[in-house]
């Protein structure tokens, strides 16, 4: 890879080679790390998810008692039912003031819940069922988020359950709890690039040193990995990545990332962690001030000496800059986003995941070389 570090006039450079076709990007360090979530229910099984958010609502772990609520709600009048013993581990069950037993769950609080993800699922545009509880969730359901995700393709629902506090560590002990492991959301591997010196953070932006990133070396491995794994030639030009980390949306949010199709509903997406891209050089806030450290020059990205801004204590004003040594791409695998905008599905099938470790583990190599 070509390194060009900038101090003024002076200018640096550290491991070029003749041909681009054998340049390889300089990395110190490759790690590939699993993200899962969610609760694979296969079978679209309703009776199924009943039954582990019952078991939820009996108590699973110590996440599931930190929104534990012992009073009375209106939701319970609503269903004409009412706790009682909250200390017996049985609490979850309800005694009613008519009927109690319901198709799913003879809990009503939990038996709605299936049946208003069922009447979700069968509306063929509904990529998702969603609810957040507050003050009406009964028992552990207490300020509790549930999500139930649908896999259509391979008839699945994904149980997520996030809690106050706690966040997503009550799915993870509800999944111990049933035996069953997560299903991977993501794999990510993160390519740690060369440290830089100390640099003086009082010297204006512009004058700093810059990182410079030649985006062939990457754009040939992509090019392989696309045509390895889903069987058709594609052309990636190194500007095609610099044009797609150049991207932003209207107010400066979007760090710019280039993503790629893998086939089969899979997709790879590359980004750029290291500093913030979007400053206040002049010190004035507001929108219309940020400017914009990276430019693109050809098939290199240039990017600013990578720093993150922390806010100072409360006793002062303004925001200090912050040194991080280095920047690092990530490279994540995982699914398409069936609605175009959702979060994606998490990869739970033999296929999806024996596909995904193929494309972490190619990666791997090729920049371990």
């Not at 009927?99 to 069968?122: C, M, R, T």
């Not at 359901?141 to 391979?154: G, M, Q, W």
């Amino acid at each position: 890879m070509l390194i060009n570090l900038k101090y003024g006039k002076h200018t640096t450079v550290r491991g070029i080679n003749k041909s681009s076709r054998e340049r390889r990007l300089e990395v110190d360090t490759v790690t590939v790390t699993e993200h899962r979530g969610g609760i694979p229910i296969l079978n679209n099984d309703f009776r199924a998810l009943a039954k582990a958010l019952e078991r939820y609502a009996l108590g699973v772990g110590n996440a599931s008692n930190a929104t534990r609520s012992d009073y009375q709600r209106n939701t319970f009048a609503s269903f004409g039912a009412t706790i009682h013993n909250l200390d017996n581990p049985n609490y979850a069950d309800v005694s009613p003031k008519g009927k109690q037993e319901g198709p799913y769950s003879n809990n009503p609080f939990i038996d709605g819940i299936v049946k208003a993800a069922e009447k979700a699922q069968l509306d063929t545009l509904s990529t998702a069922w969603s609810n957040h509880y507050d003050y009406d969730g009964q028992g552990r359901f207490h300020k509790t988020t549930v999500l139930v995700e649908f896999d259509r393709e391979n008839e699945a629902l994904i149980l997520g359950l996030s809690a106050a506090d706690v966040g997503s560590i009550s799915t993870e002990e509800l999944a111990t709890a049933m035996g069953v492991e997560q299903a991977v959301e993501s794999i990510k591997v993160r390519l740690e690039l060369p440290e830089m010196p100390d640099q003086d953070l009082s010297v204006p932006l512009e004058q700093r040193q810059t990182f410079r990133l030649d985006c062939t070396p990457i754009a040939g491995v992509i090019k392989a990995l696309v045509e390895t794994f889903s069987d058709k030639k594609v052309q990636f030009k190194p500007e095609d990545l610099v044009s797609a980390f150049m991207k932003k949306s209207k107010y400066n949010e979007d760090e710019g990332s280039f993503t790629v199709s893998l086939g089969n509903g899979m997709l790879l997406t590359l980004s750029i962690e290291g500093g913030d891209r979007f400053v206040y050089p002049s010190g004035e806030k507001g929108w219309e001030n940020l400017v914009d450290t990276r430019e693109a020059e050809g098939s290199e990205l240039v990017l600013p000496f990578p720093t993150r801004f922390n806010n100072k204590p409360v006793t002062d004003f303004g925001d200090v800059p912050i040194q991080t040594k280095n920047y690092t791409l990530i490279m994540s695998v995982g699914t398409n986003s069936p609605g175009g905008y959702e979060l994606p599905l998490p990869m739970h099938t033999t296929v999806q995941l024996e596909k995904a470790r193929a494309v972490a583990k190619f990666i791997d190599e090729e920049f371990k070389k």
